[in-house]
C-alpha cells in the first residue's frame, strides 16, 4: 500500500472492505472506473428482518456496553490454507469460456458504454470456484458462474446515460446478458 509517495508492505491475507452510503455523498466521491473494477465483488445486505433486527437489541441489551468484542474464527495459517484449496477447484475449459463469453457480452451490450475489463473474468473465476466449494464440490458448473456473475460484474459496467432516466442498472445489465449468453453443458472433472 503506497501512502504519500511511502510503500508499506501489508501482511498476507490482507483485505480491504469498503462501504457505500447509499443516502448522501457530501465529503465524499464516487470512485473512478479504474478503481471500482479492482474490487472483487460488490453486494447489498439490506436492511435486516424485525427478527433479526430484534436480536441485535437483544444481544446489545445482554452485552450491557456499546462495544462488541469479536472473537477470533479461524487462525492466519487457516485461511491461508482455506485460500490455496480454491486453486484446487477445477474449471473446464467450457465453463471457463462461459465466464469470458459473458464477460464479452457485457461489452457488446447496448447498454453499457463501457463493459466489464479483464478484470471481471478473474473474479468470476475466483468466485466461481468458492461457490463450487461452498456447494461442497471441487469443480466448477455454468451454475456457480451464474450464482456469482451479478456481484463479480455488475459494479464493473459503465451504463450509457439515457439508462439512468431508465432507472435501469449494472444489474440489469448483467442479467440480461445471463439470460442472452448459451450456457455450456455442465461437465465434472471425470468428464
Keep these: 500500500m503506497t501512502v504519500d509517495g511511502v510503500t508499506h508492505v501489508l501482511e498476507h491475507p490482507f483485505l480491504v472492505l469498503a462501504t457505500q452510503n447509499p443516502i448522501e455523498y457530501e465529503g465524499t466521491y464516487p470512485l473512478p472506473e479504474a478503481q471500482v473494477d479492482r474490487f ?7 436492511y435486516p428482518s424485525a427478527d433479526d433486527e430484534w436480536e441485535v437489541l437483544a444481544r446489545r441489551i445482554e452485552r450491557g456496553v456499546d462495544e462488541v468484542e469479536l472473537e477470533r474464527v479461524v ?3 487457516t ?3 482455506m485460500q490455496r484449496t480454491i486453486e484446487d477447484v477445477y474449471v473446464a475449459p467450457a465453463v471457463g469460456k462461459y ?3 459473458l464477460v464479452a457480452a457485457t ?6 458504454s463501457v463493459g466489464s475489463s479483464p478484470r471481471g473474468s478473474l473474479a468470476l473465476l475466483k468466485l466461481s470456484r ?11 458448473t455454468p451454475d456457480d458462474v451464474k450464482a456469482i456473475a451479478v456481484p463479480a460484474l455488475a459494479h464493473r459496467l459503465v451504463l450509457r446515460p ?3 432516466v431508465q432507472r435501469r442498472s449494472g444489474v440489469d ?18 468428464a
Design 162 to 164: 439515457e439508462l439512468w
Design 75 to 77: 487462525d492466519r495459517d
Design 40 to 46: 472483487l465483488l460488490r453486494t447489498a445486505f439490506g
Design 130 to 140: 468458492c461457490h463450487a466449494v461452498l456447494e461442497g464440490r471441487d469443480y466448477v
Design 99 to 101: 465466464a469470458v463469453a
Design 173 to 190: 445489465v448483467v442479467e440480461e446478458v445471463l439470460d442472452s449468453v448459451p450456457t455450456p453443458a455442465a461437465e465434472s472433472p471425470e
Design 79 to 81: 485461511l491461508g490454507a
Design 107 to 112: 461489452r457488446e451490450s447496448p447498454s453499457t
